[in-house]
DNA sequence: CTGAATCCTTAGGGATACTG
DNA sequence: CAGTATCCCTAAGGATTCAG
């Protein structure tokens, strides 16, 4: 499927566009590795379903990198991919701004 | 209504997260000032409908300016606000991260 | 623990027509 | 030109259950 962007922003918003996954991606850039429960307990307004949905579109997209261990209980580790790591900066800018804006409103908790 | 965000991000999302925002204001912050038919042109995809929205909602959080000309026919032209412009660096990083994507792909036209 | 599968609801958003 | 107003419908996403 080819798609045509207008602006290479749209680009961008394509892989990064659905509802927490920039919220997933920055909670990576800072830890590196997480695994599944992890991100459930960081984003406590997540479902299940929409939690691996996300994941499984970002790892389709090739920004980040899924890792099971076979074990008992079953664990799985999640982290960004290199290309995933070219986001960094766009994500700090995105973290950046918000910050910010929360030290304005103080209302961030 | 106070919102409470467990990420910075979240609260950069609540002002960006809606499904043009960036594409419009990532127009304004390359031709300072835009018509509404400006917009729509540049953004074919778009309904007038959903640019009206987005654009009363981007008003609403002060990111950009609307300015209304008394004149027959009606102009309208939008502009990134002082609060608006602080978004340029991030507005940046996302347009250069899809430019190299794009790069990557040349799928861009 | 880490999901997949199912069902179900709602609201996001498209198409169209109308207005100052 | 720059929007509203309606109608309408799909698909995003929540709740719940099942499974390896």
Redesign the pocket.
């Known amino acids: 499927m080819t798609t045509t962007y207008h602006n290479p922003v749209e680009a961008t918003l394509s892989v990064i566009g ?3 996954k920039v919220v997933i991606l920055c909670l990576l850039k800072e830890t590196d590795t997480m ?4 991100l ?1 307990r960081a984003i406590p ?12 579109e970002l790892e389709a997209d090739h920004i980040i990198h ?1 890792t ?1 261990y076979d074990e ?7 982290s960004l991919t290199s290309e995933g790591e070219t986001m960094r900066p766009m994500l700090n800018a995105m973290c950046a701004w918000g910050s910010r804006k929360m030290g304005q409103q103080a209302e961030c908790e």
């Open positions: 659905g509802k927490w695994r599944f429960s992890d459930q307004d997540i479902t299940k379903k929409m939690l691996s949905q996300q994941l499984r899924r099971v008992m209980p079953p664990r799985v580790e999640y």
